[in-house]
């Protein structure tokens, strides 16, 4: 077996491990979100997941054009995704200020754990918190960055180690990305506020899962990549 | 400064404002037919034996379905272009005027063909709660759902086409996105999605759905599915709420989707500059890698900026405030 395929499956395996962990540290509100009833983004985990890892992986396109510094090219997917993630927590909090006059407050802790300000006495009865607080903002640029980061490293490796063309490529890097993040959304179960959230301490089952998935789609990607005559 | 930079730079404004029209309209294309998270309340409505006169289309989620109708959008334009542009050689705009429209009219179809049959089938469904199909709300709202829809397909696809031209456009074909057009429209159209679904949605569920409930408070579970029904005149349908969310919610939306358009191609075009990559394009050297260093630098930078801004906001919001003194 030549040495490049187990480059190849091993980054996939690493990307998609990080797209896990990343959908776990988004601040994903979904529907409660929308009406203020729930800490978070007002949407679900899969398509907050997917808007700020093609906003990186666009950004990782592009530097890749000047660069064939792994390092460089995935490192500028997670800032994209970064930036993504947050301009959207921001103008969200925003929005809640100033056209619903809601506080952000974080409803799974009492004290926020970054800033040590009450939660509790800010919250609406009978909400799960609303908005996105401090924490939950910090949680969620980290799971811009590394989300961003696996799926820049997917798309260099299907592009420079597998040979794709630069299509193909980000479409197999956002098919296996979207597995992932599929899998952590069944293992958050609605909504996840970030590191801080009990939910959080579910995450080695979906990382079991996860590896399993993105070890699959490794063997694919190389399958494809030595029958379609590129490796 | 050479021309073709400066051209460069040009163009990314104009992606920029284009993608502010684009995520505005997105917004409130899915308030006028409540599509994404806050139609679950609309859902719920007839449930606890709310009858309204809400339109009511959930075709699937906001980016999904917007990333649908660009890539539609984006194929048949695509396809009109590798058709048209040899018939005006040196003049391929011309071809791009005819191909982007009639692109997006095939997908503002389908998009009023879905929102259609979903509008139909979902309150068919509540046949049990006694909910009609009012028809006046079905004819009524097919029109400025397919205008909203086009506006926001048209301007995705013109970024999508500006995009994978810009090189061509400013003078330097080598300086092409790698995708294609039809690409560059799904990943815009879910990312248009994603922030619409995720930022705007917040004005209509947690402010105008819930218009008759305390402001400044989040909305309580039981007010769930209990929307305002009634306008400030007469029963209150999805035209009243894409009026209200025109005024804050849809320009607050597309300025996040600006926002973010401007800082990913502002970053990568102000590292190009800085680490001496343009305008002749060396590409794979050290000059490459700092371009790089310096879009990842630049990037940074925005994400500490808005991290603080974010820190100062909420500070001041929750002081402003102060806690909450209701029952």
Known sequence: ?231 | MPIEVVLLFAWMLVIAFLAFIACTFEDLESDMGSQSNPNSQVQLAAQVGQINRFFNKAISGEPLSNAMYCVTAGTIAWILLMQLEPLVPGEEWKAAVLAIPIGVLGAVVINIIFSTTSHCGRTAAMKRFEQPIYLDVLYGHLMPIGAHAFMTTFCITCIAYIQSNIGTLSGNPALDHPFALPLLGFIWGITVGSIGSSTGDVHYGTEREFQDRPFGEGKRVVYHGKITRYASCGIRTQRDIAGFCAKFGGPCTGMTFGLIILFTNWTTLVGMQLGGFLPNLPAFTAIGDMAAIWTIVLGLLIVAALAVGHLIFVKWVRKKCGPFVGE
């Open chain 1, 1 to 231: 077996m030549e040495p490049v395929i187990l480059l190849i499956v091993g980054y996939v395996v690493i990307g998609g491990l990080l797209a896990c962990v990343a959908a776990h540290l988004l601040p994903v509100g979904g529907a409660p979100a929308a009406m203020g009833t729930a800490t978070g983004i007002a949407t679900g985990t899969v398509q907050i997941m997917l808007g700020a890892a093609m906003t990186g992986l666009f950004t990782a396109a592009s530097v890749d054009t000047y660069t064939d510094s792994l390092l460089l090219v995935t490192l500028s997917g997670a800032v994209g995704a970064t930036v993504m993630i947050c301009v959207v927590m921001f103008m969200a909090n925003i929005i809640y200020g100033f056209g619903a006059g809601v506080v952000p407050v974080s409803g799974r802790v009492d004290v926020d754990p970054i800033t040590k300000e009450p939660q509790a006495p800010y919250k609406t009865p009978q909400c799960d918190g609303h908005g996105v607080p401090i924490v939950v903002f910090v949680s969620g640029s980290l799971g811009g960055f590394i989300g961003g980061f696996g799926g820049a490293l997917m798309y260099y490796t299907l592009l420079n180690y597998a040979h794709f063309s630069a299509g193909t490529a980000a479409i197999g890097a956002i098919s296996i990305f979207v597995a992932n993040a599929i899998l952590a959304a069944y293992n958050i179960r609605g909504t996840i506020e970030g590191f801080h959230d009990p939910k959080f301490k579910r995450l080695p089952y979906a990382l079991v899962a996860s590896f399993a998935v993105s070890l699959l789609c490794g063997i694919v990607v190389s399958l494809t990549a030595v029958l379609g005559g590129t490796l």
